[in-house]
C-alpha cells in the first residue's frame, strides 16, 4: 500500500519534473541548447581527459629547459644565501 502510495507519488514527481523541463526549453531554445552544449563540451573534456590518462599520457605542462635552469638558480640562490637576505627570517 506505501510503496504504491509512493511510485504513484514519485512518476507525478517524474512528470511534472520533465513537464517543466519542457516547458523550460519551449520558452528558451536558445539558452538550453547553450546549456546542454555547454555540459556535452565538459563531458568531453572530462572523458577525453580520463582517457588520455588512463593511456599514459599526460596533459599537463612539461618544464622547459630554462624554467628547470631559473628553479635551480632559484633554489641554489636561496640555499647559499642567508636567512636574512633571503627574506625566511
Known amino acids: 500500500m506505501v510503496a504504491d502510495n509512493l511510485r504513484r507519488h514519485s512518476g507525478r514527481q517524474q512528470r511534472a519534473a520533465a513537464q517543466q523541463a519542457m516547458d523550460w526549453v519551449e520558452d528558451y531554445p536558445f539558452a538550453s541548447v547553450a546549456v546542454m552544449f555547454g555540459i ?43 636567512r636574512a637576505f633571503s627574506g625566511q627570517a
Open 40 to 82: 556535452g563540451v565538459g563531458v568531453g573534456l572530462i572523458v577525453g581527459h580520463t582517457i588520455a590518462e588512463a593511456a599514459g599520457r599526460r596533459m599537463f605542462h612539461h618544464d622547459t629547459l630554462a624554467e628547470r635552469l631559473s628553479c635551480q638558480i632559484r633554489d641554489v640562490l636561496r640555499n647559499s644565501l642567508p
